[in-house]
């Protein structure tokens, strides 16, 4: 435990209140590093698709305010949904958002390796479920909304 | 001294682990429920709707299905989780993209608290509606 405790100070954060640390040298690194390689662009891409999930949020948010007050809020917000600006906003999110999607289903093979009878199944049939489970409940949210009553 | 500074930090960064594994989980739990259903929601209200390539749903037929309390927790939900699994996700991304050690602390905050506010107007609205 007290070797862990002695790990746990060596660890950045801890550095700065320990007496005796020695300074690392430590090479300033671009703010711009990830610009260079297409394997570090993807990783930012892929951080980067949290900001249209979020931006997906508020407008479900605005969206919920609106059909709570009333048939001409509701009508100004499609109105607004409708804007090319709004289009265009809601294009570069969705394709985002799919890119999320796509990199977290492909995930799962990695995160929990499944193995039968000694061999390991191959990834794309571990992801296979994740894919299923979308369409299904991406088919079953689109015939709520469509259905007339 | 030492030694009751070593189990100070000992505990503190034991309760950040723990902490930091409870975030994880929410960023997790959001990542599904954004993987699975935010495509379809959004592809329906802000492409397929406006752009009229498929019939928009009526005021009350939205409104009748706002009525269910399974439609409202769905919806909670899907506001909920996605802003935390968000919150995580931007703030590490602000972390290692930017390098701004100093402002890590506000990072957090400002990313979870928001998350908790956007969790609290959904609730807010879903309830009152």
Redesign the interface.
Known sequence: ??D???I??GTTD?AA?SEFHPRWYRER?S?WW?LGEWHYLKF?LR?????S??W??????F???A??HG?AA??RF?NR??SPI??TL??I??CF??F??IT??NLAPRAMPVRMGGKRVPEFLVAAP?YV??IV??AF??W???RT? | MSMVSTTLSGKASASKASNEAFFWLLFSAGGVVAAVLIPIQLFLFGLAFPLGWLPEPSYDHLTALLHSPLTRIYLFILCSLPLFHWAHRFRFTLYDGLQVKHLNEAIFTLCYGGALLGTVLAAYLLWNL
């Open positions: 435990m007290t862990q405790m002695l746990n100070q801890q209140r690194v703010t990830w930012i951080e980067l698709t949290s900001l999930v979020a997906f949020v508020v407008l479900t948010l969206q919920l305010r059909l709570s048939l509701y009508m499609t949904l409708a709004m289009i809601n294009l999110a969705f958002v799919m999320h999607t977290w289903f994740n489970l979308w409940v991406s949210v689109a709520l909304l469509l009553p």
